[in-house]
Nanobody, 119 residues
Framework: QIQLVESGGGPVQVGASLRLSCRGSGSTIGNYAMAWFRQAPGMERSFVAGVGWREESETIIDSRFTIARDNAANIFYLQMNDLKPEDTAVYYC???????????????WGQGTQVTVSS
């Protein structure tokens, strides 16, 4: 069973970039569909980006974002550029057996990392 730990969040100014990391342990992320979700205060958790375990079906909601998987290091990344205040949220990494954009699909979650974008 995989455990996930996110890092890389923090307070930034509008227009800044951040790279979030999701480090897996206990199993390799290469065996899982991986995804990033975010949850703003008072909102439901929503899909940001993800990819199937065979690198198929890569889906990203915004062209400012990219994802990458380093199976050797067991890390899944979310690169976010030109950040806006509406990107403020807790960002979660998730792993599952099937790639979907619904959070209910994923069996394994990290604790989240806060991203705060101010103008």
């Amino acid at each position: 069973q995989i455990q996930l730990v996110e890092s890389g969040g923090g307070p930034v100014q509008v227009g800044a970039s951040l790279r979030l990391s999701c480090r897996g342990s206990g199993s390799t992320i290469g065996n899982y569909a991986m995804a990033w979700f975010r949850q703003a205060p008072g909102m439901e958790r929503s899909f940001v980006a993800g990819v199937g375990w065979r690198e198929e079906s890569e889906t990203i909601i915004d062209s400012r974002f990219t994802i990458a998987r380093d199976n050797a290091a067991n890390i899944f990344y979310l690169q976010m550029n030109d950040l806006k205040p509406e990107d403020t949220a807790v960002y979660y990494c998730a792993a599952g057996t099937t790639f979907r954009t619904s959070p209910s699909t994923y069996q394994h979650w990290g604790q989240g990392t806060q991203v705060t974008v101010s103008s």
